[in-house]
């Protein structure tokens, strides 16, 4: 998760270096890396960004003529936006429910086993491969909110359990795989 959090900042300084703008893609790709970071990662995170941020908004506050005159306005609106900063973090955390991360785990998870061939993966490997948290009932739930999306499945090495992807007759030429796997 460090590595995908790193790599998300990373698009984030790139993008502000660049000025240019960052597409809906890229960040709901950020948004939704801080919602599932934990929150030492954020803090993290934080430390590294908090400057780059800070400076780019003293550099346009110091830009704006009419607060040449009271310094003491600059720093208590740098100090508003760093607690901004901070509550924001916090509320889009909390206010994260159950149904959200369904729908983001549905995507990622979808998009994992579209990548890899057979379509189907063990709960161990989607946890390896896309989010250490997800628990095995947490996944069931995702099956069970999406059946027409997902599937159980055994996966023959080792008899784990795992997840499929349900296929129509009508997207490929063979008929889907049998509910075992096998």
């Known amino acids: 998760m460090w590595f995908s959090i790193s790599a998300v900042a990373g698009r984030l300084i790139t993008a502000l270096g660049e000025e240019r703008s960052m597409n809906t893609k ?3 790709s950020m948004v939704d890396m801080i919602r599932d970071a934990g929150n030492k990662e954020l803090v993290i995170v934080s ?3 908090l400057p780059l941020l800070l400076g780019a908004w003293s550099i346009f506050l110091n830009s704006l003529g009419f607060l040449d005159q009271h310094d003491g306005w600059r720093l208590l609106i740098i100090c508003f936006l760093l607690a901004l900063y ?3 973090l916090i509320y889009m955390k ?3 429910t159950q149904e959200d991360k369904l729908k983001r785990a549905r995507y990622h998870i979808e ?3 579209k990548k890899r061939g057979g379509h189907r993966a063990s709960f161990d490997a989607i946890r390896n491969e896309v989010n250490e948290t997800y628990s095995d009932e ?3 739930k995702l099956i069970d909110v999406n059946p027409e999306i997902f599937g159980t499945c055994t996966i023959k090495k080792g008899n784990k359990p795992g997840i499929t992807l349900v296929t129509s007759e009508s ?3 063979q008929p889907a795989a049998p509910p075992d796997c096998r």
């Open 26 to 28: 890229e960040v709901r």
């Open 111 to 113: 998009t994992r086993l």
């Open 138 to 140: 947490f996944l069931r």
């Open 94 to 96: 909390k206010a994260d």
């Open 171 to 173: 997207e490929y030429t």
């Open 86 to 88: 901070v509550v924001g």
């Open 47 to 49: 430390l590294f960004l």
